[in-house]
């Protein structure tokens, strides 16, 4: 079965900065999809960025970046120019190609500082 | 172009009641999933289904919990009864169908917070 760990419970920055959330996920497959969700109090989950396993260079999406490392398989988010808005849980999560199942981690809670 | 629809957003009950769910996915979208988030948690996929088709269900606790989509649109997620256990964020989401990378995304709808006491 495959696990998703984000290590950091909590993580703070100041608004403007950079800021990196951790994930690491343990799968036996070649071939799969990983994405980092935002959940704000409101609670809905929004999809930040996806990025496959196939493809070698890392994904960006405006202020949010990835670092894909498949070997070490660890998949972090970059967060550049934080924003209030960017305050929210934010979830690593896997998806074995062909599957269609989301396995998340536990989330890290990012709060900025104004 | 509207996203997944959920109703209601807050539901408490008493243990041993009874409580429905209901979800409209985003137009289009063949796969829906109802996932169960406790709190601290990240979300556990409950229970999958393509077009009114199960395709996964085995994290469903079948002795109280049962789900249906009928007509492959709407989709209504049942406790019966409840547990204190069952309180959580009832989270539905929704994806395209297909192979295509697109396909893996999967959009979320507001959740239901249900507290059961």
């Known amino acids: 079965a495959q696990t998703v760990t984000q290590s950091q419970p909590e993580m703070s920055v100041q608004e403007a900065e950079t800021v990196t959330l951790s994930c690491t996920y343990d799968?036996?497959?070649?071939?799969?999809?990983l994405f980092w969700y935002k959940q704000p109090p409101s609670r809905q989950m929004i999809l930040v960025i996806r990025?496959?396993?196939?493809?070698?260079q890392n994904a960006t999406e405006n202020r949010f970046s990835v670092n894909f490392q498949k070997a070490a398989k660890s998949f972090s988010l970059k967060i550049s120019d934080s924003q209030l808005g960017d305050a929210a849980m934010y979830f690593c999560?896997?998806?074995?190609?062909?599957?269609?199942?989301?396995?998340f981690g536990k989330g890290t809670k990012l709060s900025v500082i104004p | 172009e509207a996203g997944v629809a959920q109703s209601p957003r807050y539901k408490i009950i008493e243990k041993r009641q009874s409580v429905a769910f209901w979800c409209n996915p985003i137009s289009g979208h063949a796969t829906l999933y109802w996932y169960q988030q406790i709190l601290g948690q990240g979300p556990k996929l409950l229970i999958q289904f393509q077009n009114n088709g199960v395709v996964d269900d085995s994290q469903l606790p079948k002795d109280r919990f049962s789900a249906e989509r009928l007509k492959g649109v709407d989709s209504t997620l049942k406790i019966q009864p409840a547990k204190l256990e069952d309180s959580a964020v009832y989270l539905c989401?929704?994806?395209?169908?297909?192979?295509?990378?697109?396909?893996?995304?999967?959009?979320f709808g507001p959740g239901t917070r249900l507290t059961v006491t």
């Open positions: 989401a929704s994806s395209l169908p297909g192979l295509a990378a697109s396909s893996y995304e999967q959009y």
């Open positions: 799968t036996s497959e070649s071939d799969y999809y």
């Open positions: 990025q496959e396993a196939y493809k070698q």
């Open positions: 999560a896997y998806n074995g190609a062909g599957s269609y199942q989301l396995t």
